[in-house]
T-cell receptor
Framework: DVKVTQSSRYLVKRTGEKVFLECVQD?????MFWYRQDPGLGLRLIYF???????EKGDIPEGYSVSREKKERFSLILESASTNQTSMYLC?????????????FGPGTRLTVT | GNSVTQMEGPVTLSEEAFLTINCTYT??????LFWYVQYPGEGLQLLLK?????DKGSNKGFEATYRKETTSFHLEKGSVQVSDSAVYFC??????????FGKGTTLSVSS
């Protein structure tokens, strides 16, 4: 089974702190993604990466950066956390099945910024 | 641009009732279509998918048919259970890029 793990299930940080969210997948997938999930807004793409050291902005990259130094690990960085970044953060990786790409999600990190 | 629209919830049903959650999409070409489910406190799980017109995806009693003529991918189940209570997301994908999601529909099933 594909496994995507995230470093924390719950995280509480203060405004202005630098925050690191880690994601690891164990299936050698090339593509990895970070989404945030908010009530009434669904999932919105922050950043994605299709290879080591490669990254692409998603729909809402402002206030975030990412790092992918190894294929299995994709980190989301909040340079200076703000209260409007309180949200559920979901990491995913994807593989080609022969007919489509399928994404597999981690359990999510619920981040609260106070 | 590409987009997904799904019916707003919440949907409240009694056990053994018939379920339909509507999903329509806008996309160029031939996207792959997915339904994901999110149980309370968990991440998203792939429920079913379809990759071309008239394909039917099915899993755990849920079904959805890729209808290109109506650009729809409605989720159905003949008899829901309390354990089906969750949030359901319709999504599309083209060429390996990130999924584009609908806003999700909350299903609540009571016994």
């Amino acid at each position: 089974d594909v496994k995507v793990t995230q470093s924390s299930r719950y995280l509480v940080k203060r405004t202005g702190e630098k925050v690191f969210l880690e994601c690891v997948q164990d299936m050698d997938h090339e593509n990895m993604f970070w989404y945030r999930q908010d009530p009434g807004l669904g999932l919105r793409l922050i950043y994605f990466s299709y290879d080591v050291k490669m990254k692409e902005k998603g729909d809402i990259p402002e206030g975030y950066s990412v790092s992918r130094e190894k294929k299995e690990r994709f980190s989301l960085i909040l340079e200076s956390a703000s209260t409007n970044q309180t949200s559920m953060y979901l990491c995913a990786s994807s593989r080609w099945t022969g007919s489509s790409y399928e994404q597999y999600f981690g359990p999510g990190t619920r981040l609260t910024v106070t | 641009g590409n987009s997904v629209t799904q019916m707003e919830g919440p949907v409240t049903l009694s056990e053994e009732a018939f379920l339909t959650i509507n999903c329509t999409y806008t996309a160029t070409g031939y996207p792959s279509l997915f339904w994901y489910v999110q149980y309370p406190g968990e991440g998203l799980q792939l429920l079913l998918k379809a990759t071309k017109a008239d394909d039917k995806g099915s899993n755990k009693g849920f079904e959805a048919t890729y209808r290109k003529e109506t650009t729809s991918f409605h989720l159905e189940k003949g008899s829901v259970q309390v354990s089906d209570s969750a949030v359901y997301f319709c999504a599309l994908n083209q060429a390996g890029t990130a999924l584009i999601f609908g806003k999700g529909t909350t299903l609540s099933v009571s016994s």
